[in-house]
T-cell receptor
Framework: DVKVTQSSRYLVKRTGEKVFLECVQDMDHENMFWYRQDPGLGLRLIYFSYDVKMKEKGDIPEGYSVSREKKERFSLILESASTNQTSMYLC????????????????FGDGTRLSIL | QKEVEQDPGPLSVPEGAIVSLNCTYSNSAFQYFMWYRQYSRKGPELLMY????GNKEDGRFTAQVDKSSKYISLFIRDSQPSDSATYLC?????????????FGPGTRLSVLP
C-alpha cells in the first residue's frame, strides 16, 4: 500500500513565524502535491513537483514556497505565517508513467491541521 | 462554469439504502476518474479509480463513467453508518509534467442507523 506521511497532525504557530510542513512518500512517485482544504472552498492546489528540485505553482501559491531535495520528500514552507493561512494542509503523491494507461491516482496523507494565532 | 460540479449535500439516507453520488465536468481532456472518501479530520482515501468510460465494481461500490455526457457516478449498495463521510470526485488529464488533477467540492453523506 502507498503510504504518504505528514510529519504533524496538529500544529499551532504564531503570526510571522516561518513554518515548515513535511511530507514523505514511500512509493518512489514522481509527482507530489500540496493542497489546502477549507470549508466551502474544497481542495485548492498550492504547489506541485514533478521531479526532484522541480516545482510548479498551483492555484494559490502566494505566501508559500516548497522544496524537493529528495524524491520521497516534499516540504511546504510558510515564509511568514498569517492568520488567513489557518487551514488543513494535505500532501499527495502519484505515479506518472510513460504509457497513458499506466498513470495512477493521487494518494493522500492524513493532513496537518495548522492554526496560526 | 466550474470545471467540476458536485452537489455538496448534505445527503441523508437510511441504513441499507442505495446511494447515488454524481459529478459533471466540462473538460473533455479528462481521462482518469476517481472517487475518494474523506472522514472528518482525515485525508481523502482512494475508493475507486477508472481510466476512460465504463463501469467498475468493487464490493458494495460501483463507479460509472459516461464520457459522452461528461458525467460520473458512484453507487453504494447496502449503505452502512460507517459509509458516513464526504465523497470527493476527481478527474485528471496528462500534461507535459504529469497529471493535472481537478477535484469536486465533495458531497457529505450521512447513513442513519
Amino acid at each position: 500500500d502507498v503510504k504518504v506521511t505528514q510529519s504533524s497532525r496538529y500544529l499551532v504557530k504564531r503570526t510571522g513565524e516561518k513554518v515548515f510542513l513535511e511530507c514523505v512518500q514511500d512509493m518512489d512517485h514522481e509527482n507530489m502535491f500540496w493542497y489546502r482544504q477549507d470549508p466551502g472552498l474544497g481542495l485548492r492546489l498550492i504547489y506541485f513537483s514533478y521531479d526532484v528540485k522541480m516545482k510548479e505553482k498551483g492555484d494559490i501559491p502566494e505566501g508559500y514556497s516548497v522544496s524537493r531535495e529528495k524524491k520521497e520528500r516534499f516540504s511546504l514552507i510558510l515564509e511568514s505565517a498569517s492568520t488567513n493561512q489557518t487551514s488543513m494542509y494535505l500532501c499527495a503523491s502519484s505515479f506518472f508513467g510513460q504509457e497513458v494507461s499506466s498513470n495512477q491516482p493521487q494518494h493522500f496523507g492524513d493532513g496537518t491541521r495548522l492554526s496560526i494565532l | 462554469q466550474k470545471e467540476v460540479e458536485q452537489d455538496p449535500g448534505p445527503l441523508s439516507v437510511p441504513e441499507g439504502a442505495i446511494v447515488s453520488l454524481n459529478c459533471t465536468y466540462s473538460n473533455s481532456a479528462f481521462q482518469y476518474f476517481m472517487w475518494y472518501r474523506q472522514y472528518s479530520r482525515k485525508g481523502p482515501e482512494l475508493l475507486m479509480y477508472t481510466y476512460s468510460s465504463g463501469n467498475k465494481e468493487d464490493g458494495r461500490f460501483t463507479a460509472q463513467v459516461d464520457k459522452s455526457s461528461k458525467y460520473i457516478s458512484l453507487f453504494i449498495r447496502d449503505s452502512q453508518p460507517s459509509d458516513s463521510a464526504t465523497y470527493l470526485c476527481a478527474m485528471s488529464a496528462r500534461d507535459n509534467y504529469g497529471q493535472n488533477f481537478v477535484f469536486g467540492p465533495g458531497t457529505r453523506l450521512s447513513v442513519l442507523p
